[in-house]
């Protein structure tokens, strides 16, 4: 996920995050990223529970 933040910023892209849809190896770890990702990138990602995203672009 970071990577992938990373390189879209110097593009100009936003990054959305769909924090239910992403895995890691354990829970702690995925809390840990999402949590850094959530603190470093806040000017170019947003995350948020695939639920929202689905109806954010659906109306």
Request: aromatic share 6%; net charge negative; proline share 2%.
């Amino acid at each position: 996920m970071r990577k992938s933040t990373s390189a879209f910023s110097p593009l100009g892209y936003s990054a959305i995050i769909l924090i239910d849809a992403v895995c890691s190896g354990t829970d702690e770890t995925h809390d840990a990223s999402l949590k850094l990702l959530e603190s470093r990138f806040t000017a170019q990602m947003e995350a948020m529970l695939t639920e929202a995203f689905l109806s954010s672009v659906a109306g």
